[in-house]
Protein backbone atom coordinates (compact mmCIF):
# COMPACT_ATOMS: atom_id res chain seq x y z
CA UNK A 1 0.00 0.00 0.00
CA UNK A 2 1.49 3.24 -1.03
CA UNK A 3 1.38 6.10 0.90
CA UNK A 4 1.32 9.69 1.03
CA UNK A 5 3.01 12.38 2.53
CA UNK A 6 3.30 16.10 2.22
CA UNK A 7 6.08 18.52 3.26
CA UNK A 8 4.70 21.54 5.08
CA UNK A 9 7.48 23.50 4.60
CA UNK A 10 8.65 22.85 0.54
CA UNK A 11 4.83 21.82 -0.67
CA UNK A 12 6.34 18.64 -1.97
CA UNK A 13 5.00 15.72 -2.46
CA UNK A 14 6.69 12.49 -1.21
CA UNK A 15 5.31 8.17 -1.76
CA UNK A 16 6.85 5.49 0.06
CA UNK A 17 5.20 1.96 0.44
CA UNK A 18 3.33 1.55 4.15
CA UNK A 19 5.52 0.04 7.00
CA UNK A 20 8.82 1.24 5.54
CA UNK A 21 11.06 3.70 7.20
CA UNK A 22 10.97 7.27 7.30
CA UNK A 23 14.66 7.26 6.60
CA UNK A 24 14.12 6.62 3.28
CA UNK A 25 11.99 9.60 2.65
CA UNK A 26 14.97 11.61 4.19
CA UNK A 27 17.63 10.22 1.74
CA UNK A 28 15.05 11.77 -0.83
CA UNK A 29 15.37 15.30 1.13
CA UNK A 30 19.36 14.98 1.35
CA UNK A 31 19.98 13.97 -2.35
CA UNK A 32 17.55 17.40 -3.08
CA UNK A 33 19.52 20.22 0.06
CA UNK A 34 22.46 18.19 0.46
CA UNK A 35 22.04 18.57 4.23
CA UNK A 36 21.64 15.38 6.44
CA UNK A 37 18.08 15.07 8.11
CA UNK A 38 18.15 13.61 11.89
CA UNK A 39 14.64 12.87 12.63
CA UNK A 40 11.25 13.52 11.07
CA UNK A 41 8.18 15.64 12.53
CA UNK A 42 4.98 13.87 11.12
CA UNK A 43 1.47 14.73 12.19
CA UNK A 44 3.20 17.39 14.84
CA UNK A 45 5.00 14.57 16.36
CA UNK A 46 8.91 13.66 16.10
CA UNK A 47 9.53 10.55 14.89
CA UNK A 48 13.40 9.07 14.90
CA UNK A 49 14.66 7.53 11.09
CA UNK A 50 14.18 3.97 11.65
CA UNK A 51 10.40 4.10 12.89
CA UNK A 52 7.72 3.32 9.88
CA UNK A 53 5.70 5.06 7.98
CA UNK A 54 2.10 3.49 9.06
CA UNK A 55 -0.30 6.15 7.41
CA UNK A 56 -0.74 9.55 5.46
CA UNK A 57 0.54 12.58 7.18
CA UNK A 58 2.16 15.73 7.21
CA UNK A 59 5.75 15.80 7.17
CA UNK A 60 8.70 18.32 8.14
CA UNK A 61 12.90 17.04 7.87
CA UNK A 62 14.78 18.10 10.80
CA UNK A 63 18.20 19.46 9.34
CA UNK A 64 20.57 21.62 11.14
CA UNK A 65 18.83 24.60 10.53
CA UNK A 66 15.93 23.38 13.04
CA UNK A 67 15.91 23.62 16.79
CA UNK A 68 14.97 19.74 16.70
CA UNK A 69 17.56 19.09 14.37
CA UNK A 70 19.90 20.65 16.24
CA UNK A 71 19.07 18.89 19.61
CA UNK A 72 19.11 15.43 17.96
CA UNK A 73 22.58 16.08 16.73
CA UNK A 74 23.68 17.31 20.09
CA UNK A 75 22.58 14.09 21.95
CA UNK A 76 24.19 11.81 19.44
CA UNK A 77 27.40 13.54 19.86
CA UNK A 78 26.98 13.63 23.85
CA UNK A 79 26.59 9.55 23.10
CA UNK A 80 29.97 9.31 21.22
CA UNK A 81 31.99 11.37 23.95
CA UNK A 82 30.41 9.07 26.63
CA UNK A 83 31.39 6.02 24.08
CA UNK A 84 34.99 7.55 23.52
CA UNK A 85 35.50 8.43 27.08
CA UNK A 86 34.76 4.78 27.59
CA UNK A 87 36.80 3.82 25.72
CA UNK A 88 40.34 5.36 26.72
CA UNK A 89 39.27 5.18 30.82
CA UNK A 90 36.65 3.61 31.76
CA UNK A 91 36.38 4.69 35.47
CA UNK A 92 36.30 8.25 33.75
CA UNK A 93 33.32 10.26 33.09
CA UNK A 94 32.19 14.11 31.96
CA UNK A 95 29.49 16.41 33.26
CA UNK A 96 27.79 19.09 31.01
CA UNK A 97 27.74 22.21 33.11
CA UNK A 98 26.46 25.23 30.66
CA UNK A 99 25.76 26.61 27.04
CA UNK A 100 27.61 29.78 26.71
CA UNK A 101 28.23 31.38 23.71
CA UNK A 102 28.01 28.47 20.84
CA UNK A 103 29.51 25.82 22.92
CA UNK A 104 28.85 23.68 25.79
CA UNK A 105 31.29 23.71 29.02
CA UNK A 106 32.11 20.54 30.32
CA UNK A 107 34.54 18.88 33.14
CA UNK A 108 36.16 15.73 33.45
CA UNK A 109 35.05 14.20 36.74
CA UNK A 110 38.56 12.84 38.24
CA UNK A 111 41.40 14.94 36.36
CA UNK A 112 41.33 18.47 34.43
CA UNK A 113 41.93 18.69 30.66
CA UNK A 114 44.69 18.61 28.92
CA UNK A 115 45.69 19.06 25.22
CA UNK A 116 46.78 15.96 24.87
CA UNK A 117 44.32 13.98 26.60
CA UNK A 118 41.49 16.15 24.58
CA UNK A 119 43.33 15.24 20.73
CA UNK A 120 43.33 11.64 22.11
CA UNK A 121 39.21 11.80 23.20
CA UNK A 122 38.24 13.58 19.83
CA UNK A 123 40.41 10.94 17.43
CA UNK A 124 38.42 8.00 19.15
CA UNK A 125 35.49 9.73 19.02
CA UNK A 126 36.26 10.25 15.23
CA UNK A 127 36.88 6.95 15.09
CA UNK A 128 33.90 5.95 16.51
CA UNK A 129 32.04 7.85 13.61
CA UNK A 130 33.77 6.04 11.02
CA UNK A 131 32.51 2.58 12.21
CA UNK A 132 29.05 3.99 11.51
CA UNK A 133 27.95 2.20 15.51
CA UNK A 134 23.88 1.91 15.73
CA UNK A 135 22.41 3.18 18.58
CA UNK A 136 19.99 0.98 19.02
CA UNK A 137 16.37 2.20 21.16
CA UNK A 138 15.22 -0.29 24.21
CA UNK A 139 12.49 -0.25 26.10
CA UNK A 140 13.36 -1.45 29.46
CA UNK A 141 11.79 -1.66 33.20
CA UNK A 142 12.70 1.03 34.98
CA UNK A 143 14.44 -0.43 38.71
CA UNK A 144 16.44 -2.74 35.14
CA UNK A 145 17.32 0.88 34.35
CA UNK A 146 18.54 2.33 37.14
CA UNK A 147 21.31 -1.32 37.85
CA UNK A 148 22.48 -0.55 34.66
CA UNK A 149 23.00 2.87 34.73
CA UNK A 150 24.85 2.12 38.75
CA UNK A 151 27.02 -0.17 36.80
CA UNK A 152 28.23 2.15 34.91
CA UNK A 153 29.15 4.82 36.78
CA UNK A 154 25.76 7.10 36.02
CA UNK A 155 24.33 7.42 39.35
CA UNK A 156 22.45 10.51 38.88
CA UNK A 157 20.88 9.19 35.65
CA UNK A 158 19.93 6.77 37.56
CA UNK A 159 19.02 8.56 40.60
CA UNK A 160 16.35 10.73 38.15
CA UNK A 161 14.80 7.96 36.98
CA UNK A 162 13.85 6.61 40.02
CA UNK A 163 11.56 9.49 40.15
CA UNK A 164 9.82 8.72 37.02
CA UNK A 165 6.02 7.48 37.18
CA UNK A 166 6.40 5.04 34.52
CA UNK A 167 7.65 1.19 34.97
CA UNK A 168 9.58 1.47 31.67
CA UNK A 169 12.53 3.53 30.59
CA UNK A 170 13.97 4.12 27.02
CA UNK A 171 17.40 3.59 26.81
CA UNK A 172 19.86 3.52 24.00
CA UNK A 173 22.55 0.85 23.66
CA UNK A 174 25.59 1.28 21.97
CA UNK A 175 29.28 -0.67 22.48
CA UNK A 176 27.87 -2.32 24.79
CA UNK A 177 26.65 0.44 26.67
CA UNK A 178 23.31 1.78 28.07
CA UNK A 179 22.44 5.85 28.10
CA UNK A 180 19.77 8.21 27.74
CA UNK A 181 19.28 11.77 26.53
CA UNK A 182 15.75 12.42 27.36
CA UNK A 183 14.67 12.92 23.87
CA UNK A 184 15.07 11.67 20.12
CA UNK A 185 18.20 10.30 18.79
CA UNK A 186 20.14 9.88 15.35
CA UNK A 187 20.02 6.35 14.11
CA UNK A 188 23.57 6.10 14.18
CA UNK A 189 27.20 7.61 14.98
CA UNK A 190 27.84 8.38 11.27
CA UNK A 191 25.25 11.12 11.12
CA UNK A 192 27.42 13.24 13.42
CA UNK A 193 30.30 14.29 11.61
CA UNK A 194 30.94 18.24 12.89
CA UNK A 195 32.27 18.61 16.45
CA UNK A 196 35.23 20.22 18.07
CA UNK A 197 37.02 20.23 21.43
CA UNK A 198 39.13 22.84 22.76
CA UNK A 199 40.21 23.30 25.93
CA UNK A 200 38.78 25.83 28.63
CA UNK A 201 39.53 26.37 32.08
CA UNK A 202 40.37 23.01 33.75
CA UNK A 203 37.53 21.75 31.46
CA UNK A 204 36.41 21.78 27.47
CA UNK A 205 34.04 23.42 25.16
CA UNK A 206 32.02 20.82 22.92
CA UNK A 207 30.97 22.67 19.30
CA UNK A 208 29.01 21.51 17.17
CA UNK A 209 26.67 22.88 14.31
CA UNK A 210 23.36 25.06 15.28
CA UNK A 211 20.70 26.51 13.71
CA UNK A 212 22.88 30.02 12.89
CA UNK A 213 26.09 27.46 11.25
CA UNK A 214 24.12 24.42 9.90
CA UNK A 215 27.06 23.85 7.66
CA UNK A 216 30.39 23.80 9.68
CA UNK A 217 31.30 23.90 13.24
CA UNK A 218 31.32 28.04 14.30
CA UNK A 219 34.27 29.52 16.00
CA UNK A 220 33.60 29.76 19.53
CA UNK A 221 33.14 32.88 21.03
CA UNK A 222 33.71 33.25 24.83
CA UNK A 223 31.59 35.71 26.71
CA UNK A 224 33.35 36.32 30.02
CA UNK A 225 31.15 37.84 32.29
CA UNK A 226 28.37 35.18 31.43
CA UNK A 227 30.37 32.25 32.29
CA UNK A 228 31.17 33.97 35.58
CA UNK A 229 27.80 34.07 36.00
CA UNK A 230 27.03 30.36 35.69
CA UNK A 231 29.94 30.00 37.55
CA UNK A 232 28.38 31.97 40.45
CA UNK A 233 25.30 29.80 40.50
CA UNK A 234 27.58 26.73 40.25
CA UNK A 235 28.57 27.68 43.80
CA UNK A 236 25.05 28.27 44.92
CA UNK A 237 23.84 24.71 43.84
CA UNK A 238 26.58 23.66 46.23
CA UNK A 239 25.47 25.99 48.90
CA UNK A 240 21.71 24.10 48.79
CA UNK A 241 23.40 20.89 48.16
CA UNK A 242 22.11 20.28 44.16
CA UNK A 243 23.34 19.64 41.33
CA UNK A 244 20.93 17.51 39.15
CA UNK A 245 16.71 17.55 39.51
CA UNK A 246 17.32 14.13 41.02
CA UNK A 247 19.17 15.81 43.96
CA UNK A 248 16.38 18.15 44.12
CA UNK A 249 13.46 15.41 43.86
CA UNK A 250 15.37 13.56 46.81
CA UNK A 251 14.77 16.98 48.85
CA UNK A 252 11.47 17.29 48.26
CA UNK A 253 10.42 14.02 49.18
CA UNK A 254 11.88 14.07 52.26
CA UNK A 255 8.72 16.31 53.22
CA UNK A 256 7.53 20.11 53.51
CA UNK A 257 10.45 21.15 56.11
CA UNK A 258 12.79 20.15 54.10
CA UNK A 259 11.09 22.16 50.52
CA UNK A 260 10.91 25.19 53.37
CA UNK A 261 14.48 25.05 53.89
CA UNK A 262 15.54 25.06 50.49
CA UNK A 263 12.70 27.76 49.51
CA UNK A 264 14.40 30.23 52.16
CA UNK A 265 17.66 29.60 51.10
CA UNK A 266 17.15 30.33 47.59
CA UNK A 267 15.32 33.46 48.35
CA UNK A 268 18.16 34.45 50.58
CA UNK A 269 20.80 34.25 48.00
CA UNK A 270 18.80 36.16 45.68
CA UNK A 271 18.34 39.03 48.23
CA UNK A 272 22.39 38.86 48.89
CA UNK A 273 22.99 39.63 45.39
CA UNK A 274 20.74 42.66 44.95
CA UNK A 275 22.34 44.25 47.93
CA UNK A 276 25.56 43.49 46.39
CA UNK A 277 24.65 45.02 43.09
CA UNK A 278 23.36 47.69 45.17
CA UNK A 279 26.65 48.08 47.07
CA UNK A 280 28.77 48.59 43.77
CA UNK A 281 26.05 51.37 42.61
CA UNK A 282 26.91 53.23 45.76
CA UNK A 283 30.64 53.04 45.11
CA UNK A 284 30.46 54.29 41.34
CA UNK A 285 29.59 57.99 42.64
CA UNK A 286 28.97 58.80 38.86
CA UNK A 287 26.06 56.31 38.15
CA UNK A 288 23.14 58.26 37.50
CA UNK A 289 21.74 55.89 35.37
CA UNK A 290 20.66 52.34 36.19
CA UNK A 291 19.75 50.58 33.19
CA UNK A 292 18.34 46.99 33.48
CA UNK A 293 17.92 44.61 30.39
CA UNK A 294 17.48 41.05 29.50
CA UNK A 295 15.38 38.47 27.75
CA UNK A 296 11.83 37.80 27.58
CA UNK A 297 10.68 36.13 31.52
CA UNK A 298 13.82 36.82 33.09
CA UNK A 299 12.35 38.47 35.85
CA UNK A 300 13.75 42.54 34.74
CA UNK A 301 10.74 43.49 36.41
CA UNK A 302 10.92 42.44 39.84
CA UNK A 303 14.40 43.04 39.93
CA UNK A 304 14.35 46.62 38.81
CA UNK A 305 11.86 47.00 41.75
CA UNK A 306 13.82 44.84 44.48
CA UNK A 307 16.69 46.79 43.50
CA UNK A 308 15.45 49.91 43.97
CA UNK A 309 14.40 48.69 47.45
CA UNK A 310 18.03 48.06 48.50
CA UNK A 311 18.73 51.55 46.79
CA UNK A 312 16.52 52.74 49.62
CA UNK A 313 17.94 50.81 51.65
CA UNK A 314 21.44 52.65 51.31
CA UNK A 315 19.60 56.53 51.42
CA UNK A 316 18.90 57.04 48.13
CA UNK A 317 15.79 57.77 46.23
CA UNK A 318 15.94 56.10 43.28
CA UNK A 319 12.97 56.98 40.01
CA UNK A 320 11.42 54.42 37.72
CA UNK A 321 11.33 55.60 34.14
CA UNK A 322 8.76 53.79 31.79
CA UNK A 323 10.57 53.09 28.11
CA UNK A 324 6.58 51.71 27.08
CA UNK A 325 5.73 55.40 26.86
CA UNK A 326 8.54 56.10 24.73
CA UNK A 327 7.27 54.21 21.54
CA UNK A 328 7.08 56.55 18.31
CA UNK A 329 3.71 57.37 16.79
CA UNK A 330 2.25 53.72 15.19
CA UNK A 331 2.66 55.11 11.80
CA UNK A 332 6.16 55.57 12.46
CA UNK A 333 7.02 51.89 13.70
CA UNK A 334 9.18 49.72 11.81
CA UNK A 335 8.17 47.08 10.42
CA UNK A 336 9.96 43.44 10.10
CA UNK A 337 10.49 41.07 7.17
CA UNK A 338 7.34 40.16 6.96
CA UNK A 339 5.62 43.68 7.13
CA UNK A 340 4.34 43.24 10.57
CA UNK A 341 5.73 45.88 13.32
CA UNK A 342 8.20 45.40 14.95
CA UNK A 343 7.60 46.97 18.61
CA UNK A 344 11.03 45.37 19.61
CA UNK A 345 12.80 47.35 17.53
CA UNK A 346 15.52 50.47 19.08
CA UNK A 347 13.92 52.39 16.41
CA UNK A 348 10.07 51.61 17.57
CA UNK A 349 11.44 54.41 20.56
CA UNK A 350 11.73 58.10 20.46
CA UNK A 351 15.28 57.97 20.81
CA UNK A 352 15.34 61.96 20.73
CA UNK A 353 12.75 63.20 23.26
CA UNK A 354 14.20 59.89 25.63
CA UNK A 355 17.69 61.28 25.34
CA UNK A 356 16.84 65.03 25.63
CA UNK A 357 14.17 63.74 28.67
CA UNK A 358 16.93 62.30 30.73
CA UNK A 359 19.73 64.82 29.86
CA UNK A 360 17.29 67.86 31.26
CA UNK A 361 16.29 65.46 34.11
CA UNK A 362 20.08 64.50 35.12
CA UNK A 363 20.71 68.03 35.06
CA UNK A 364 18.11 69.04 37.21
CA UNK A 365 15.22 70.08 35.02
CA UNK A 366 11.67 69.56 35.63
CA UNK A 367 10.37 67.29 32.38
CA UNK A 368 7.00 66.13 31.63
CA UNK A 369 6.57 62.36 31.32
CA UNK A 370 5.04 60.87 28.34
CA UNK A 371 2.06 58.76 27.71
CA UNK A 372 1.73 56.66 25.58
CA UNK A 373 -1.52 55.35 24.34
CA UNK A 374 -1.28 51.48 22.72
CA UNK A 375 -5.03 51.22 21.69
CA UNK A 376 -4.62 54.50 19.58
CA UNK A 377 -0.83 54.06 18.86
CA UNK A 378 -0.65 57.80 19.68
CA UNK A 379 1.64 59.79 22.78
CA UNK A 380 0.07 62.08 24.67
CA UNK A 381 0.91 64.45 27.56
CA UNK A 382 0.50 62.44 30.94
CA UNK A 383 0.41 65.58 33.07
CA UNK A 384 3.10 63.91 35.59
CA UNK A 385 6.04 66.14 36.00
CA UNK A 386 9.46 64.87 37.09
CA UNK A 387 12.58 66.51 38.60
CA UNK A 388 15.36 65.01 40.71
CA UNK A 389 18.23 65.73 43.58
CA UNK A 390 21.31 65.66 42.06
CA UNK A 391 22.21 62.09 43.89
CA UNK A 392 18.60 60.62 42.73
CA UNK A 393 19.79 57.62 40.54
CA UNK A 394 17.37 56.71 37.59
CA UNK A 395 16.15 53.04 37.26
CA UNK A 396 15.31 52.33 33.09
CA UNK A 397 14.33 48.88 33.04
CA UNK A 398 14.01 47.03 28.81
CA UNK A 399 15.33 45.13 26.89
CA UNK A 400 17.49 47.72 24.70
CA UNK A 401 19.06 49.21 28.21
CA UNK A 402 22.83 47.67 27.39
CA UNK A 403 22.51 49.36 24.12
CA UNK A 404 24.53 52.44 23.87
CA UNK A 405 22.27 53.81 21.60
CA UNK A 406 19.44 53.89 23.57
CA UNK A 407 21.03 56.34 25.99
CA UNK A 408 23.74 58.11 23.18
CA UNK A 409 23.28 61.41 24.72
CA UNK A 410 24.75 60.36 28.49
CA UNK A 411 28.26 59.65 29.06
CA UNK A 412 28.83 55.88 29.54
CA UNK A 413 30.40 56.26 33.18
CA UNK A 414 27.36 58.11 33.83
CA UNK A 415 25.82 54.31 33.59
CA UNK A 416 25.54 51.08 35.15
CA UNK A 417 24.25 48.67 33.40
CA UNK A 418 22.88 45.33 34.57
CA UNK A 419 21.92 42.38 32.45
CA UNK A 420 19.28 39.84 34.48
CA UNK A 421 18.38 36.79 33.05
CA UNK A 422 17.18 33.14 34.24
CA UNK A 423 20.48 31.23 33.58
CA UNK A 424 19.67 27.17 34.51
CA UNK A 425 22.52 25.86 35.66
CA UNK A 426 20.70 22.72 37.45
CA UNK A 427 21.00 19.66 35.49
CA UNK A 428 18.74 16.70 34.66
CA UNK A 429 21.56 14.32 35.24
CA UNK A 430 25.83 15.10 34.42
CA UNK A 431 25.23 15.15 30.63
CA UNK A 432 21.99 16.54 30.25
CA UNK A 433 21.71 20.66 30.77
CA UNK A 434 18.51 22.45 31.18
CA UNK A 435 18.37 24.98 28.30
CA UNK A 436 17.99 28.81 30.00
CA UNK A 437 15.17 28.91 27.00
CA UNK A 438 12.92 26.29 28.52
CA UNK A 439 12.75 28.11 32.14
CA UNK A 440 11.97 31.10 30.65
CA UNK A 441 9.23 29.83 27.99
CA UNK A 442 8.00 27.93 30.75
CA UNK A 443 7.53 31.29 32.57
CA UNK A 444 5.99 32.82 29.95
CA UNK A 445 3.06 30.33 29.39
CA UNK A 446 2.41 30.47 33.04
CA UNK A 447 2.71 34.34 33.23
CA UNK A 448 0.94 35.07 29.71
CA UNK A 449 -2.02 33.15 31.36
CA UNK A 450 -2.03 34.43 34.51
CA UNK A 451 -1.91 38.01 33.17
CA UNK A 452 -2.97 38.34 29.48
CA UNK A 453 -5.41 35.37 29.46
CA UNK A 454 -2.94 33.97 26.54
CA UNK A 455 -2.95 30.29 25.93
CA UNK A 456 0.14 28.13 26.03
CA UNK A 457 -0.62 27.66 22.55
CA UNK A 458 -0.14 31.50 21.58
CA UNK A 459 2.43 31.90 23.80
CA UNK A 460 4.54 29.09 21.92
CA UNK A 461 3.69 30.65 18.61
CA UNK A 462 5.11 33.70 18.88
CA UNK A 463 7.84 32.75 20.80
CA UNK A 464 9.71 31.91 17.48
CA UNK A 465 9.77 35.46 17.13
CA UNK A 466 10.54 36.44 20.74
CA UNK A 467 13.76 34.59 20.34
CA UNK A 468 14.54 36.64 16.91
CA UNK A 469 14.44 39.72 18.59
CA UNK A 470 16.51 38.79 21.49
CA UNK A 471 19.53 37.29 19.34
CA UNK A 472 19.33 40.61 17.73
CA UNK A 473 18.46 43.42 19.99
CA UNK A 474 19.96 41.77 23.39
CA UNK A 475 22.61 39.03 23.12
CA UNK A 476 24.97 40.82 21.66
CA UNK A 477 24.91 43.24 24.22
CA UNK A 478 25.48 41.54 27.16
CA UNK A 479 29.06 41.57 28.03
CA UNK A 480 28.60 45.23 28.11
CA UNK A 481 26.58 45.05 31.60
CA UNK A 482 28.79 46.34 34.60
CA UNK A 483 26.90 43.08 36.39
CA UNK A 484 24.91 40.21 35.77
CA UNK A 485 22.08 38.70 37.45
CA UNK A 486 20.49 35.17 37.27
CA UNK A 487 17.17 35.09 38.44
CA UNK A 488 16.78 31.55 38.21
CA UNK A 489 15.68 29.99 41.58
CA UNK A 490 16.64 26.42 41.94
CA UNK A 491 12.84 25.16 43.26
CA UNK A 492 11.23 27.52 40.56
CA UNK A 493 10.59 24.51 38.42
CA UNK A 494 9.36 22.03 40.83
CA UNK A 495 6.77 25.10 40.95
CA UNK A 496 6.12 26.35 37.71
CA UNK A 497 4.74 22.80 36.88
CA UNK A 498 1.68 22.77 38.73
CA UNK A 499 0.90 25.83 36.41
CA UNK A 500 2.23 24.85 33.08
CA UNK A 501 1.30 20.78 32.67
CA UNK A 502 -2.56 21.72 32.56
CA UNK A 503 -1.72 24.33 29.84
CA UNK A 504 0.20 22.90 28.11
CA UNK A 505 -2.21 19.84 28.18
CA UNK A 506 -4.43 21.72 26.54
CA UNK A 507 -2.39 21.98 22.83
CA UNK A 508 -4.24 19.67 20.16
CA UNK A 509 -2.35 17.07 18.09
CA UNK A 510 -3.34 18.74 15.43
CA UNK A 511 -1.58 22.23 16.09
CA UNK A 512 2.52 22.54 14.96
CA UNK A 513 2.86 23.14 18.17
CA UNK A 514 1.99 20.12 19.57
CA UNK A 515 5.35 18.79 19.46
CA UNK A 516 6.89 21.30 21.81
CA UNK A 517 4.41 21.39 23.87
CA UNK A 518 5.00 17.20 24.60
CA UNK A 519 8.40 18.28 24.65
CA UNK A 520 7.85 20.35 27.33
CA UNK A 521 5.76 17.70 29.81
CA UNK A 522 8.31 15.11 29.26
CA UNK A 523 10.57 17.56 30.53
CA UNK A 524 8.70 18.94 33.50
CA UNK A 525 7.25 15.31 34.42
CA UNK A 526 10.85 14.88 35.91
CA UNK A 527 10.42 17.05 38.73
CA UNK A 528 8.15 16.56 41.76
CA UNK A 529 5.92 19.28 42.69
CA UNK A 530 6.68 21.80 44.91
CA UNK A 531 3.35 22.89 46.52
CA UNK A 532 4.33 25.13 49.73
CA UNK A 533 3.47 27.83 47.69
CA UNK A 534 2.59 30.23 51.12
CA UNK A 535 5.99 29.89 51.82
CA UNK A 536 7.10 31.61 48.55
CA UNK A 537 7.96 35.51 49.45
CA UNK A 538 5.88 38.02 48.11
CA UNK A 539 8.54 39.82 46.70
CA UNK A 540 10.08 37.10 44.84
CA UNK A 541 10.94 37.01 41.14
CA UNK A 542 9.00 33.80 40.88
CA UNK A 543 5.61 35.70 42.07
CA UNK A 544 6.15 37.96 39.02
CA UNK A 545 4.90 34.58 37.00
CA UNK A 546 2.54 32.44 39.33
CA UNK A 547 1.07 35.89 40.86
CA UNK A 548 -0.05 37.04 44.36
CA UNK A 549 3.47 39.50 44.30
CA UNK A 550 3.78 42.10 46.70
CA UNK A 551 5.01 44.35 43.28
CA UNK A 552 2.57 45.56 40.56
CA UNK A 553 3.08 45.21 37.17
Given at each position: MTLTLRCSKTQQTYYIEKGRPFSELAKNFEKQTNRKVYGIKFNNNIKELFKPVEENGEIEFLDLSTPDGVRIYQRGLLFILFLALKDIDPTEHYSVHYSVGNGLYCEFKNSEASEEKLQALKNTMLNIISQDIKFEKLSIDKYKA?????????????????????????????????????????????????????????????????????????????????????????????????????????????????????????????????????????????????????????????????????????????????????????????????????????????????????????????????????????????????????????????????????????????????YVSALTQMSLDDVNRIPTTDTRIIRRIVRDFNTRGHSALSTLKMWPSVRRGEEKNIFPFQEDADVMFNSHLAYELAVLKLFAEPLLLQIEPSCPEFSEAKRLLRFLDYYLPVTELEEIPRHSVIREFIGRSTFEY
Open positions: MSLFSEQGLHSKALLVKFRKKSTVNVYRAKGYYNYFYGYMPVSSSMIDKFDLQKFNGGFMLLHPNETCPDAVPQYKHFEKLSNTFSEYKNWLKIMEIETVGELNEIILKGKEHSIELIRVAEALHEKKYAMIADEIIKNKKARLILIAGPSSSGKTTSAKRLSLQLKVNGLKPVSISLDDYFVERSLTPRDENGNYDFESINALDLELFNKNLVDLLNGNAIELPKFDFISGTRKPSGKVLKIAKDQPVIIEGIHGLNEQLTNRIPRENKFKI
